[in-house]
Structure formats: structure tokens, C-alpha cells
């Protein structure tokens, strides 16, 4: 069934230029309609995997496939795959409209169907009053859309969008991550979207792809990549993250982790059972922890002892800051009341404890 | 609180806004020794020539006849024609390979190569300037002569058993020279155009499904046409009143319309020299009109 084929398929893909491995024995598929996004930090590999699935750099070794055809060395004009340049790349010598049509031109699209598909395009990103405006005459955030148009109303099978909102300021990437969203439901197509903003990818991808050093640290949906991280390097990069590290044992109530000063700390109950001697490291969101004067009874929480040596108030939440004999762990809680601020506040430098349900933590590797 | 529109600014000095024609023709006066040259070393001797372009010579003394002689000769002339069309001949070769070597180079430069080398290239075009005209030309000719430089080339690499005459004084070493003379003419306009160009439109193009070849003539060659322009007009236009290399590396057969106007100018035919002056003007003038119509006609086009 060509509906059961992947959009896109990597396999084993490698790209060397010279000693630099950019990209090293990635593989991944894309299905088709998927929102699919390549986070990381720079230098990891990102640009390059999107320039080989566009064909503007020939794979060193592997495999790659669109819509299940081999296609290593087809040319760029000849992939069903356009791509939204970071820089937009839009022609400034051709009005909007001329820009969006170019494409279509290339096709050997001829007459008023052009006129058709442009207006449609342009009506969907929302700049079809504009189409007769030279680029330059347009700001950024327009601009970006002309880029998205042109190359949508090809019809690819895949769009490839490398960081297309990083040249934009902050509410107006806002609002085009809500737009892109809508039209990527619109159109659906498969987008293949790149990005270092963690925000971006948890909001609107359907899966991400976590990239460090020319691999793939984790794919997964935006839950699994917050909250299983497969390692502490993917913790690290999306979101926020307290580490807590010690030797695993078995407790009396289950799975715990002895720290340096003895105390110990329930583990997820379903914990694979840990060499014991070794170090091992839970990780838990600082949203997920609870501070205050005496934890919970009972079990199913994770406690440890410190003291609080900071308490930001952030307006829709605190964050308190406590040392433990684990390192800093930071919690991070919203107060739906008033008096649950001032409550928090006045934790400053008192003995207290920080807690979590063993049910939101995770034990990672050391990444 | 009255507006104060129409009353003077506070805080500027009166001057600024007065307008009087004294602070007016006060700001001009940067412009007047270039005025005055263009006036007493161009527009007065070029009337000069233009009005002796219709008087006539006897006895080498000029004679204020009011005539159309001397232009009807020029055309009614053989040697006068053939050499003028040879000119133009000439202008269109050497533009067009200029060019032709100009645009791969300032291309390659301008895409792949880092800021700093492109710096050391374009030197590398410009150090010839710091040399004399006449000293490059003379070094063509040793160049190119029977026991020059490329005829000894060609013996070592055993392409040819003789020296060849084909190279100096005629017309092939004029296009030679000219051509070496004003590439880097062609190649500093058409880099400044490139220079400017964003190179990831071309990808952008052929992402959108045009061949590499497409995508330059659509995307990039409508951008840099000023480039272009500028070329043409830097290298044609100087060709055609072009007199130093004809003489030293033409010899008798590559004559061009420049050496043709010395000549006159020696015989003391001023007439005849200043109507073949002012006829190559024409002719410029006439491309230069057709060049804008020819430029705005495409613009049109390619917006269609
Ligand atoms: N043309 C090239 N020649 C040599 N090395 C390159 C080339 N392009 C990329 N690299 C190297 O490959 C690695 C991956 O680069 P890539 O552009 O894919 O990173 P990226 O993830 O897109 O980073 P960024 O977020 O900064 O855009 C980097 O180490 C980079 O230096
Ligand atoms: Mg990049």
C-alpha cells in the first residue's frame, strides 16, 4: 500500500565533509502528514540532514528515500520536496505573486491555473491583498509567508523548513507557530521542520527528533521527549530538569536511591532493577516538585531534606531553589491562590523539603 | 498655545531657512572647478570641433565654409566605412570575450571564494593599472612577436615547428591586447553586481524545480544586467576611440577608427577629423538611447 510507505526514510545515512562527520549512521522514517522536527544544539547536524533529503549535498554513504524511491542522486529540480530557507530566499526581482508562481512555471503549469494555484496559496497564508508587492515592500513576518506559499503551492510531498522563524521576534514567531500549525492541518503535507527552539518543536511537532553530534539522541512524540528523556544530554536540552544522583538499592517500600548523606529517595516503582554499587541518576521536572516546611505521608513520594536558598516570584508561579546533599533542586509551583505565593515566600532560608511522586521521575543514563 | 507652523524653528540658525538665492549659489561653490573644467576643457572644445567638422581646409587654413562635405566624404569613403565597421567589429568581439572571461571569474568569486581571498584576486586584477598603458602595450609586443614569448611557448610545447607572424601587427593582436586591457573592466563591473547577489536564490530556484541553468538565466542574470550594462559600456564605448594599441600592435592592418582620426589630425585635415569625431559620437549616443529602450523592454518582459 503506498499509503503504508514513509515520506521519508533515512537509512544509515552518513555525511562526511572532509574529517567532519556532520551526519553519522542516522536512520529515521517520516510518515506521510507528519509534523516532524530536528532539535538541537548548532553544529549537530540539522542544516546538513535537511540539504541531503533536498539534494543540495549528495549523501556520503547510506540510503535515502522519498515517498519509497531511491533518490540519492537525483538533482534537487527533479525531488518532490521544497524547502522554506532560513533566509526566506525569496527572488526580489518578482512580485509575490511571480515568486509563488515560479515553481509552478518550472512545472510547465501554464495559463490560468497558474493564476489559480498562486491565489489559493496566497489566500491561505493570508497575502493574496499583497501579491502584487515587490518582496522588500514586505516585513519579515509577510515575507515568510510568501517563502511558505511558494513552495506549498507545488504540492510537494514533503516541505523542509530550516529555523524559518528564527529571524523573527518573539510574539511574531508566537503567532506564526500557531499558523504554521493550521496550515501544516490544512495542507497536510509533511513537514520536516528545523529548530533549536525547544518551544517550538514541544508545541507544534507531532514527533521530534532529537539530534547531538551528527546523531540521533531520541525520537519520540513531545510527551516522550519531556518526559522520558533517554538521556541526561536530551533532558538538558528540552525544558528544564532537576538530576539527582546516588547508589540504587532496594529499600523496604521498593526501588531507592541512597545519597551521600544517607538518605534515601524513592525510585519509580517499575524501575528495572539497577547494579547496585554503580551511580544512577533520576531526573525530575521542577514543575513536578513540591516544596515546604514537611513533605506528604505516606508512600509514593520521593523526599529530600535541604534548605532554600532562593524564591523567585515569577508572577503565575515560584520557583524555590534548594540545596540538598543531592546538588541544587529547583521546584517550580504555580499558585492558583494568592496566599500560595505569599506561602511560598516565606520559605526563604528555612529547612524544608522538596518532594515528588516516584510516578513523574525517570532514571536516565549519564549522557 | 498658537502653532508655530510657518514661523521659523526655534533653535535653528536664521540662514538654515532663509532660501535666499546667496546661501543658495553659497552651497554651490564646491562644484565649480569641476564645472569649470568640463566647461573650458570639454563643452567648449567639443563646439569647437562640431563647428569645424562643417568648414573646409586650404592650404592648411581653416575655412568657415558652412559645409556638409566633410561628412558626406566620410561616408562616401571605402577605406573610411570599412574601418569604422571594422571598429565596431572589433568593440563587439572584444566586449564579448572580455565578458566571456570575466563573468565565470567574478562568479567563482564571488560564490565560493572566502572574503579575504576574493580581496587578493581582485588586487591581482587591479596591479596591472599601477603600470602604464604603454608599457603593457609594449610588453604585448614582445610578447607576441616572432621571437616573442608565445611563439617560444608554442615551439617547447612542439605544437608548431616555426614561428608564426599571426600575432603581431594585425588584427588578431589588436583583439589580443584589447582584450587583456580591458577584462579588468569587465571583471571589477560584473563583480560588484555579483558581489551583492544572495546565491542561496539559486538554490531556492533550483528547489523550486528549475535546472541549474535555468535558475541562473531567470534568477541571477535579471539581477546583475546593471553589471552587465556597466561592462558593455566600459569596454565597448573605450574601444571604439581605442588608438595607443592599433598603433603599437596593429601596425598597417590593424588599423582602427582612432588611428584614422590621428591621421587626419597629422595631415592637418581638421575637418575631416572632427566630422569622423563626431560621427563615432552619434554612434554612441545612438547605442547608449537603444541600450535604455533595449533595458527597459526587458525589464517589461520579464515581468510579464
Ligand atoms: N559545507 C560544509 N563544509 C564543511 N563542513 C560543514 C559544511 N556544512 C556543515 N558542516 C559541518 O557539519 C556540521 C553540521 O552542520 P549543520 O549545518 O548541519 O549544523 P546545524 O545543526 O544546522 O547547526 P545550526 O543550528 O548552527 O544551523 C558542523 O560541524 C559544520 O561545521
Ligand atoms: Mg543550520
Given at each position: 500500500?503506498?499509503d503504508?510507505?514513509?515520506a521519508?526514510?533515512?537509512?544509515h ?9 556532520a551526519?553519522?549512521?542516522v ?9 516532524y522536527?530536528?532539535?538541537g544544539?548548532?553544529g ?12 543540495f549535498v549528495?549523501?556520503?554513504s ?5 515517498e519509497?524511491?531511491q ?9 518532490n ?8 530566499a525569496?527572488?526580489p526581482?518578482?512580485s ?6 515560479f515553481?509552478l512555471e518550472m ?20 497575502l493574496l491583498a499583497?501579491?502584487d508587492r ?5 516585513s ?10 511558494r ?5 510537494p ?8 522563524l528564527?529571524?523573527?521576534?518573539l ?36 514527533r ?5 553530534a ?9 510527551q516522550?521527549?519531556?518526559y522520558?528523556?533517554?538521556?541526561r ?8 530538569s ?53 513533605p ?25 531553589t ?6 541544587e ?10 496566599s ?7 520559605l526563604?532560608d528555612e529547612?524544608v523539603?522538596v518532594?515528588?511522586s ?10 | ?9 526655534p ?11 546667496g ?12 564645472a569649470?573644467v ?20 586650404q ?5 568657415p ?14 577605406t573610411y566605412?570599412r574601418?569604422?565597421?571594422?571598429t565596431?567589429i ?7 570575450a572580455g565578458?566571456?572571461?570575466?563573468f ?12 579575504r ?9 587591479i596591479?596591472?593599472?599601477w603600470?602604464?598603458?604603454l608599457v603593457?602595450?609594449?610588453?604585448w609586443?614582445?610578447i ?8 617560444w ?11 608564426l607572424?599571426?600575432f ?8 589580443i591586447v584589447l582584450?587583456y586591457v ?6 571589477l ?14 538554490t ?16 541571477l ?8 550594462i556597466?561592462?558593455?559600456?566600459f569596454?565597448?564605448?573605450p ?7 592599433p ?5 598597417t592592418?590593424g588599423?582602427?577608427?582612432?588611428n ?15 566630422a569622423a ?8 549616443i545612438?547605442?547608449?538611447v ?11 518582459v520579464?515581468?510579464?
Open positions: 500500500m503506498p503504508d510507505l514513509p521519508i526514510e533515512l537509512v545515512a552518513t555525511k562526511r565533509y572532509g574529517d567532519t562527520v551526519l553519522d549512521d536512520s529515521m522514517r517520516i510518515a506521510p502528514g507528519e509534523f522536527c530536528l532539535l544544539p548548532s549537530c547536524g540539522k542544516t546538513t540532514t535537511l540539504n541531503l533529503i533536498g539534494g549528495p549523501l556520503t547510506g540510503e535515502l528515500r522519498i519509497g524511491q533518490v540519492n542522486d537525483l538533482p534537487p529540480h527533479k525531488r520536496v521544497n524547502t522554506v530557507f532560513q533566509n526566506y525569496l527572488f526581482h518578482m509575490v505573486a511571480r515568486n509563488v508562481a515553481g512545472d510547465g503549469v501554464k495559463g490560468p491555473e497558474v493564476e489559480r494555484r498562486v491565489d489559493e496559496y496566497l489566500e491561505l497564508v493570508g499583497l501579491k515587490l518582496p522588500q515592500q514586505l519579515g513576518g509577510q515575507q515568510q509567508r510568501v517563502a511558505l506559499a513552495a506549498l503551492v507545488k504540492r510531498a514533503v516541505l523542509l523548513l530550516d529555523e524559518p528564527g529571524a523573527l521576534d510574539k511574531l514567531r508566537k503567532q506564526m507557530q500557531v499558523e504554521l500549525a493550521r496550515i501544516h492541518r490544512q495542507v497536510r503535507t509533511t513537514f520536516v521542520f528545523v529548530t533549536h527552539d525547544q518551544g517550538e518543536a514541544l508545541s507544534m511537532a507531532t521530534i527528533a532529537v539530534m547531538d551528527g546523531r540521533i539522541a531520541q525520537e519520540g512524540t513531545p516522550e521527549i519531556y522520558q528523556p533517554a538521556d544530554f536530551v533532558a538538558d536540552f528540552i525544558g528544564e532537576n538530576f539527582v544522583a546516588g547508589r540504587p538499592s532496594q529499600g523496604t517500600d521498593g526501588p531507592v536511591l541512597e545519597l551521600a548523606s544517607g538518605e534515601r529517595v524513592a525510585l519509580p516503582a517499575a524501575t528495572a532493577s539497577l547494579a547496585t554499587g554503580e551511580e544512577a541518576t533520576v531526573m525530575v521536572r521542577p514543575e513536578c516538585v513540591d516544596v515546604g516546611l514537611e506528604p505521608p505516606g508512600p509514593g513520594w520521593a523526599v529530600i531534606r535541604g534548605r532554600a536558598i532562593g524564591v523567585s516570584f515569577l508572577g503565575d508561579l515560584t520557583r524555590v534548594v540545596v540538598t546533599a543531592a546538588g533542586v529547583v521546584a517550580s509551583r504555580p499558585h492558583a491562590e494568592r500560595r505565593a505569599a506561602a511560598l515566600g516565606s526563604l529547612e523539603s518532594w515528588w516516584t510516578a513523574e521521575s525517570i532514571v536516565i543514563r549519564q549522557g | 498655545m498658537t502653532a508655530q507652523a510657518g514661523g521659523p524653528v533653535g535653528l540658525p536664521a540662514e538654515a531657512h532663509a532660501g535666499s538665492r546661501a543658495a549659489l553659497g552651497r554651490l561653490w564646491p562644484f565649480g572647478p569641476a569649470a568640463l566647461l573650458f576643457l570639454f563643452f567648449i572644445p567639443l563646439a569647437i570641433v562640431f563647428v569645424y567638422s562643417f568648414w573646409t581646409v592650404n592648411l587654413q581653416l575655412i565654409t558652412w559645409t556638409l562635405q566633410n561628412y558626406l566624404k566620410f561616408f562616401q569613403t571605402d566605412i574601418t569604422f565597421l571594422k565596431i572589433m568593440a563587439v568581439l572584444v566586449t564579448a565578458i566571456g572571461m570575466a565565470p571569474f567574478a562568479y567563482f568569486l564571488a560564490r565560493y571564494v572566502s572574503t581571498w576574493q580581496r587578493v584576486l581582485l588586487l591581482a586584477v596591479i596591472p593599472f603600470s602604464s598603458y603593457r602595450v609594449y610588453a609586443q614582445a607576441l612577436g616572432e621571437k616573442g614569448a608565445l611563439n611557448l608554442l615551439m617547447q610545447v612542439g605544437l608548431i615547428s616555426e614561428p607572424t599571426i603581431l601587427y594585425n588584427d588578431v593582436g589588436v583583439f582584450t580591458y577584462f579588468p573592466f569587465a571583471a563591473s560584473l563583480y560588484s553586481s555579483l558581489e551583492k547577489f544572495d546565491f542561496t536564490q539559486l531556492a530556484a533550483q528547489d523550486l524545480g528549475a535546472t541549474p541553468l535555468r535558475a541562473m538565466r531567470r534568477i542574470l535579471p539581477q546583475v544586467r546593471p553589471g552587465f556597466t561592462a558593455m559600456i569596454v565597448f564605448i574601444i571604439i576611440g581605442e588608438y595607443l594599441t598603433t603599437l600592435v596593429g601596425g592592418k588599423v582602427l577608427i582612432g584614422l582620426i590621428v591621421n587626419f589630425y597629422r595631415g592637418g585635415a581638421f575637418p575631416a577629423m572632427a569625431s563626431f560621427i563615432i559620437a552619434a554612434f554612441i545612438l547605442l547608449l537603444l541600450f535604455r529602450r533595449y533595458l527597459q523592454l526587458d525589464d517589461v520579464t515581468k510579464l
